[in-house]
Nanobody, 122 residues
Framework: QVQLQESGPGLVKPSQTLSLTCTVS??????????WSWIRQPPGKGLEWMGV???????YYSPSLKSRTSISRDTSRNHFTLQLSSVTPEDTAVYYC??????????????WGQGTQVTVSS
């Protein structure tokens, strides 16, 4: 069973950088031609796809977030990371990582982590 687990600080101060890690078990990130995404859901709002890193290390970001977003991978630890800079309270959300078979927002049968709450507050 492929499993994804998000981790990182649950509270971030405004103007700081939000950093999260997605640890993958049951699959190898550089193997299998998969795409590894970050998605978030603010309170009372829908899912927002943030960006993706491919099995080869290529990245693609949502146009609305690309200026602040960086996704990277660490194949030795079998995880990939999200960094979101200059955060504001509008960045408060549940953050998810997911594995998909195509570039872009994950398809309905993609594998998701359970999500982790991140609150931006002073």
């Amino acid at each position: 069973q492929v499993q994804l687990q998000e981790s990182g600080p649950g509270l971030v101060k405004p103007s700081q950088t939000l950093s999260l890690t997605c640890t993958v078990s049951g699959a190898s990130i550089p193997t299998g031609y998969y795409y590894w995404s970050w998605i978030r859901q603010p309170p009372g709002k829908g899912l927002e796809w943030m960006g993706v890193i491919s099995y080869s290390g290529s990245t693609y970001y949502s146009p609305s977030l690309k200026s602040r977003t960086s996704i990277s991978r660490d194949t030795s630890r079998n995880h990939f990371t999200l960094q979101l800079s200059s955060v504001t309270p509008e960045d408060t959300a549940v953050y998810y990582c997911a594995r998909a078979q195509s570039l872009g927002p994950p398809e309905p049968d993609a594998t998701w982590g359970q999500g982790t709450q991140v609150t931006v507050s002073s």
